[in-house]
């Protein structure tokens, strides 16, 4: 594959097809764990090696599989994984599994996960299935992150709480800047705002880029910019 | 002799959204005098703090949605939900709670679904629940009611504007020395520690009829609520409908236990019951459209406020409520159908 289909391919996953913000697939972790930035970080790394690993395990099977029974067999490569991943957590980050509780085993019925194996990594080579699997997992973890450190700032007004969740070592519970936030926000309908905010941020984001796009575009394409034949 | 000749409609109703608002804040005008007469200053202070953010924030959507402004805010609707909105918090609530839910109710209850007439739920009571689930601990805070025989501590003008600025009490208050628990949390919280009904009644906050101030408030809600109905600004159905979903329930349950329930007449004169009869389930975009759809509202409305009261862990419910029916309301609409002339009934054929 050349850099720039891989560059494209990257940049496919972290915002032009994102899978949280454009494609709304694995809503239900996004919004139910996004209570703190740490908790995403967590949850996101997981579901990116999950879906890394099981593009590449069905991009590799991709002649071998049946088309009829292919979704039982992404659910049987996905729940394999995520069920090593799960353990990994279980032994290392014991504290951080406790905190995400069903949710890590909940990564194999992430749509994200089964809509990349079907859409893309069946279709194409590993490498090219492994750099997508890269980068839809890499937008969707910081899409995570974003949302969960926002909830926290508006929430709880701390950022970073419960870090030693994932560094190990003492309890850490934040930088603080007061002493109570706007509850809601790590609330359930707090997540669904978020998600309006950071899906509006996108879309307005992506107009302003279009008119500019364009203005830039009209302006070379002025007649008077152009001599007279 | 000369014909003057006039072209059809020959009688043209003088009815503008401007005049009915401002019909419904004249309405208002006793209820909220009680309300300062027996909680305080605080009251004025939460009403000019939203009446800034609701029309300042209207201000600010139409502005970004590239309308004119005084379009809308000429019609006083935003008024009206800065009003209801005061009504629902506590007399001590500090400025930033009045300012986050006099802006969620304008940006994102009214203007989000495009504005006034398409608003799915009544602005005033998504921005009283934001603000109640995201701040608890202000949203509790009421005042004990100013009769003469309950000894508590009063808060001067100066105190209560301090505390609306800053959230904080003069150094020499304690909030147990100004609050006291609502009549309805009494209530339900004596009831459930197995008070009889009439133990719970000798707390000095109840009154002759109804929470002690909260009765007068209600009478005077009612007064104005009458006076709205003269005026066919509203019209009879939804608060009958939620006074029959409310005290039919109420009744039968306190005929059946008169020890364990309270009375239909305390629930009728405490909490926001008739406010939300008259004032806040009559909203005309987000309520049902057809005198039958309108009973059943109203009915859904009471009733829901009767399992809030009964069952639930708020003390009262008028918010989730209207909110909850006003989800419903498509729904009631489209069974609610009137019939149409010529047309076969439903499940007739033709």
């Not at chain 1, 709480?161 to 309890?171: K, S």
């Not at chain 2, 309300?35 to 305080?40: E, S």
């Amino acid at each position: 594959m050349t850099s720039g289909g891989l560059m494209e391919r990257l940049q496919n996953g972290l915002w032009k097809e994102n899978p949280g913000l454009v494609q709304l697939l694995g809503l239900c972790p996004l919004l139910a764990v996004t209570t703190s930035l740490v908790n995403g970080l967590g949850l996101g790394i997981a579901t990116m090696v999950v879906l890394t690993l099981s593009n590449g395990l069905v991009s590799a099977t991709r002649r071998w599989i049946l088309h009829e029974i292919r979704l039982p067999i992404y659910v049987v490569i996905i729940a394999s994984l995520v069920t090593c991943i799960e353990l990994m957590f279980k032994a290392w980050f014991p504290t951080l599994d406790r905190s995400l509780g069903i949710f890590i085993p909940l990564i194999v019925t992430n749509c994200a996960i089964v809509a990349r194996a079907e859409v893309f990594a069946s279709r194409n080579p590993i490498g090219a299935s492994l750099v997508d699997g890269i980068g839809m997992g890499a937008g969707f973890a910081l899409l995570l992150m974003a949302i969960g450190a926002f909830r926290e700032l508006l929430g709880q007004a701390s950022i970073l709480a419960g870090l030693d969740l994932i560094t190990g070592g003492e309890p850490f519970s934040g930088f603080s800047f007061a002493d109570s936030g706007f509850l809601i926000a790590v609330l359930p309908p707090g997540a669904f705002f978020s998600l309006a905010l950071a899906v509006a941020a996108k879309n307005a984001i992506d107009g302003k880029r279009r008119i500019s796009r364009r203005r830039t575009m009209s302006r070379k394409l002025r007649p008077s910019d152009h001599p007279r034949s | 002799m000369e014909f003057v000749r006039r072209e059809a409609p020959y009688i043209a109703p003088k009815a503008n959204v401007s005049s009915m608002m401002l019909q419904v804040l004249v309405a208002l005008i006793p209820a909220a005098l009680a309300h300062v007469w027996y909680f305080g200053p605080g009251f004025l202070c939460n009403l000019i703090i939203a009446a800034i953010f609701c029309v300042g924030g209207e201000a600010l959507v139409m502005r970004l949605r590239g309308r004119p402004p005084l379009a809308t805010i000429s019609d006083y609707s935003a008024l009206v939900t800065a009003v209801l909105l005061t009504f629902a918090l506590p007399s001590l609530t500090p400025w930033w709670v009045t300012a986050t839910g006099s802006l969620f109710a304008i940006v994102i209850a009214k203007h989000m679904y495009g504005g006034l007439g398409f608003n799915v739920f009544n602005p005033a009571m998504v921005g009283y629940i934001v603000v109640l689930i995201a701040f608890p601990m202000d949203l509790n805070l009421w005042v004990a009611p100013h009769m003469g025989d309950i000894d508590y501590q009063y808060l001067t003008l100066l105190q209560t504007i301090a505390y609306t600025l800053t959230g904080a009490l003069p150094e020499t208050l304690t909030f147990d020395a100004i609050s006291r628990a609502t009549p309805l949390d009494a209530m339900q919280a004596g009831l459930r520690t197995m008070h009889t009904f009439s133990e719970i009644w000798a707390n000095p906050i109840m009154g002759n009829f109804g929470g002690r101030g909260w009765e007068w408030i209600g009478n005077l809600t009612l007064a104005g609520g009458i006076w709205l109905l003269i005026k066919k600004i509203i019209r009879w159905h939804i608060p009958v409908g939620v006074f029959a979903g409310l005290l039919i329930p109420m009744t039968v349950m306190y005929a059946i236990d008169s020890s364990a329930n309270a009375g239909p007449g305390f629930h009728l004169f405490s909490g926001a019951t008739i406010l939300c009869a008259f004032f806040i389930a009559t909203d005309p975009v987000s309520a049902a459209t057809s005198p039958k759809g309108r009973l059943v509202y109203g009915a859904g409305i009471g009733f829901l406020i009767f399992s809030i009261r009964q069952w639930g862990s708020y003390a009262d419910g008028v918010a989730f409520a209207v909110v909850l029916m006003n989800m419903a309301t498509p729904a009631i609409d489209y069974v609610t159908r009137p019939h149409i002339v010529g047309h076969p009934r439903r499940g007739q054929r033709q």
